[in-house]
């Protein structure tokens, strides 16, 4: 059956136009994920940078100088919940969750990685 001129240039100019929409959808959200995932990250990052400089042992006490102002970066019109773990060395907790693993060996800067808590998959970051 002979198709019309008509049909064939639709073709012609469809299937690549949907192939092209197709590859730069999935390009498109590779992006918005990756760019997503950095913004957690540094998020993140921040969180930790404040805890970890203003939470402290001192003269065998606890000392805690955090600005009420920082306690914004934890806050979330989307109910998330943070989870954080302050220790000296590798082995005194200062504050936080006990549970919340740290990554296998020492860090040197910030060290971001996905580990579980309570059986929930998290992402975390270390910061020394």
Same mark, same amino acid.
């Given at each position: 059956?002979? $198709?019309?001129?008509?049909? @064939?240039?639709?073709?012609? &100019? &469809?299937?690549?136009?949907?192939?092209?929409?197709?590859? /730069?959808?999935?390009?498109?959200?590779?992006?918005?994920?990756? /760019?997503? !995932? *950095?913004?957690?990250?540094?998020?993140?990052?921040?969180?930790? $940078?404040?805890?970890?400089?203003?939470?402290?042992?001192?003269?065998?006490? &606890?000392?805690?100088?955090?600005?009420?102002?920082?306690?914004?970066?934890?806050?979330?019109?989307?109910?998330?919940?943070?989870?954080? @773990?302050?220790?000296? !060395?590798? =082995? $005194? &907790?200062? !504050?936080?969750?006990? =549970?919340?693993?740290?990554?296998?060996?020492?860090?040197?800067?910030?060290?971001?990685? =996905? /580990?579980? *808590?309570?059986?929930?998959?998290?992402?975390?970051?270390?910061?020394?």
């Amino acid at each position: 059956m002979m $198709r019309s001129l008509r049909a @064939r240039l639709l073709a012609w &100019l &469809l299937v690549p136009v949907a192939a092209f929409m197709l590859v /730069t959808g999935m390009m498109s959200y590779d992006a918005a994920c990756e /760019t997503a !995932g *950095l913004l957690q990250d540094n998020a993140l990052f921040a969180s930790a $940078r404040i805890i970890g400089e203003d939470v402290d042992w001192e003269e065998g006490a &606890l000392i805690a100088r955090i600005p009420p102002a920082a306690l914004e970066i934890f806050e979330s019109p989307y109910q998330d919940q943070v989870f954080y @773990r302050v220790v000296k !060395g590798r =082995d $005194r &907790l200062l !504050g936080g969750n006990p =549970d919340l693993a740290l990554p296998a060996s020492g860090t040197q800067g910030p060290v971001f990685y =996905d /580990t579980v *808590l309570d059986g929930n998959r998290v992402r975390a970051v270390a910061y020394e």
